[in-house]
């Protein structure tokens, strides 16, 4: 966790440092999304070739994923209600 | 939503290729996710810190950040207590311990093994992988219509690491950092909220 952290907070130096270099920013925007991709990709092999997780899914997986429906559900609508309380600019 | 699409489209044929076992065995051995993510962490910071609006966000943001893990400890709390009465053979209590993970998949569903049973432990894993996974796909639409704090609460522990960059792109680096520190104070709060609720 502080390793990732402590990664992040370099990036945001370099960032810094390289502000006015605009190719550059745009390029590592795009990196970002390719690099979003590589992390799905790789995670996706790691659950699929997780034989507790593709295992259960058809007995546990019902109750599983109610509960996850019911969490998102839950923080995105309360989420809501902060942003337009406390954060929304008008 | 294109954005989502392509990324679900990689998800799955990563899945694919890990359950038919056809993955490239240097691929299955090392957990190459974990250096994806220091990959990404870099270049999200990269990106905050060239961005200079990401950076005044910061000064402005103050105690309203602490405002967010609030949001999301309630908001869980409360979907997962209306949820659960539906389901047979779990308790709203196992159910709310469950949904404390906040998508910390790993740390949640071993404490719930350990201190409960081994099945609650896989539904707790199940469960926080699908809270990862779903605020992957949908924080852009969530961003969309439900503002800007949405995609961090759904990402729960997860903002400050694995959803960040999307959230990052769907709400605006201003709120990265606020997602960061949301991510922080989950992190630290989920082996205390899971096992307060398995012991009462």
Request: with cysteine; glycine share 10%; charged share 10%.
């Amino acid at each position: 966790m502080l390793t990732v952290v402590l990664i992040m907070i370099s990036g945001i130096i370099v960032g810094f440092l390289v502000k006015s270099k605009k190719r550059l920013v745009k390029g590592n925007d795009k990196l970002t999304t390719w690099a979003i991709y590589a992390l799905l990709f790789l995670m996706g092999i790691g659950i699929g070739a997780n034989k507790t997780i593709m295992g259960s899914l058809h007995t546990l997986g019902l109750k599983a994923l109610a509960i996850s429906l019911g969490a998102i559900a839950g923080s995105v609508l309360l989420g809501w209600v902060t942003y337009k309380l406390f954060f929304k600019r008008s | 939503m294109k954005g989502s699409l392509i990324i679900l489209g990689f998800f799955a044929l990563g899945i694919a290729l890990g359950v038919s076992n056809t993955a490239p065995d240097w691929l299955v051995k090392t957990d190459y996710s974990q250096y994806a993510l220091y990959v990404l962490m870099f270049l999200v910071g990269v990106g905050i810190g060239s961005d200079s609006n990401a950076l005044k966000a910061i000064g402005t943001m103050n105690f309203k950040v602490l405002l967010i893990p609030i949001t999301t400890i309630l908001g869980t709390a409360l979907g997962v207590a209306l949820i659960a009465p539906l389901l047979s053979g779990i308790s709203i209590k196992e159910a709310m311990a469950v949904g404390a993970g906040y998508g910390y998949y790993s740390l949640s569903s071993i404490i719930i093994k350990e201190m409960h049973s081994e099945w609650l432990g896989v539904v707790a894993l199940l469960s926080n992988v699908i809270r990862e996974v779903t605020t992957l796909l949908m924080a852009p639409l969530f961003a969309l219509y439900f503002g800007k704090i949405a995609p961090i609460c759904s990402g729960g522990a997860t903002s400050m690491d694995t959803t960040l960059p999307i959230i990052s792109q769907s709400s605006g680096k201003e709120y990265a950092i606020a997602s960061l520190i949301h991510g922080i104070v989950l992190t630290v709060l989920v082996p205390f909220i899971v096992s307060l609720l398995l012991s009462i």
